[in-house]
């Protein structure tokens, strides 16, 4: 059974950091796709930043030069380093699995949810 465990939410001012953490377990992480998906209240689920298994990263525009996204896959764990954080930032905050490898940027491509972690930002 396929777990994914976000931490690492909470409330943070407007310029400040947040680091989230995704623990993974039954599944081979070092070998799949990961990625991090956000949704803020009224809006459709978003893609912020993924990452093949060989490393390869994609963010998107509006985290870009911003947000980090790693991956230790000797501690079966994916991370999300926020920096710069806005309000518009403030949203759930998905980690997502892929049963695939390579770089994968649709939200159809991840089969494996996190149960979500809040993020808000305050102005």
């Known amino acids: 059974q396929v777990q994914l465990v976000e931490s690492g939410g909470g409330l943070v001012q407007a310029g400040g950091s947040l680091r989230l953490s995704c623990a993974a377990s039954?599944?081979?992480?070092?070998?799949?796709?990961m990625g991090w998906y956000r949704q803020a209240p009224g809006k459709e689920r978003e893609l912020v930043a993924v990452?093949?298994?060989?490393?390869?990263?994609y963010y998107a525009d509006s985290v870009k030069g911003r947000f980090t996204i790693s991956r230790d896959n000797a501690k079966n764990t994916l991370y999300l380093q926020m920096n710069g954080l806005r309000p518009e930032d403030t949203a759930v905050y998905y980690c997502?699995?892929?049963?695939?490898?390579?770089?994968?940027?649709?939200?159809?491509?991840?089969?494996?949810w996190g149960q979500g972690a809040q993020v808000t930002v305050s102005s």
């Open positions: 990452i093949s298994s060989g490393g390869s990263i």
């Open positions: 997502a699995g892929s049963s695939r490898i390579g770089l994968r940027t649709r939200t159809d491509d991840y089969q494996y």
């Open positions: 039954g599944l081979t992480f070092g070998s799949r796709a």
